[in-house]
């Protein structure tokens, strides 16, 4: 099995800064894709960024400049640096990560969830 544990969400003023952590555990023989998604109160679950082995990554029109992607292979983890935050950042992010387990079976791995509020 595999579990993916989110960290660093919490309630933040406009313009202020989160950095969110979520670390994979569990039988992970690798890890290709990893991600953060958010969904806001009433909103479909949405792509906010996305990191490959090889580092490239992609954002949502939303958060590009706002927000960093990065992730550390060795401790399998992944982060989400957040800043310049606006209210309508506000929602429950989830990570997610697509891993090759020890027995050569690959699956899509989600997070319980963190939720980010931004509010004065």
């Known amino acids: 099995q595999v579990q993916l544990v989110e960290s660093g969400g919490g309630l933040v003023q406009p313009g202020g800064s989160l950095r969110l952590s979520c670390a994979a555990s569990?039988?992970?023989?690798?890890?290709?894709?990893m991600g953060w998604y958010r969904q806001a109160l009433g909103k479909q679950r949405e792509l906010v960024a996305s990191?490959?082995?090889?580092?490239?990554?992609k954002y949502a029109d939303s958060v590009k400049g706002r927000f960093t992607i990065s992730r550390d292979n060795a401790k399998n983890t992944v982060y989400l640096q957040m800043n310049s935050l606006k209210p309508e950042d506000t929602a429950v992010y989830y990570c997610?990560?697509?891993?090759?387990?020890?027995?050569?079976?690959?699956?899509?791995?989600w997070g319980q969830g963190t939720q980010v509020t931004v509010s004065s």
């Open positions: 569990g039988s992970i023989f690798g890890i290709s894709a």
């Open positions: 990191i490959t082995v090889g580092s490239g990554s």
């Open positions: 997610n990560a697509v891993v090759l387990t020890h027995t050569m079976t690959t699956g899509d791995y």
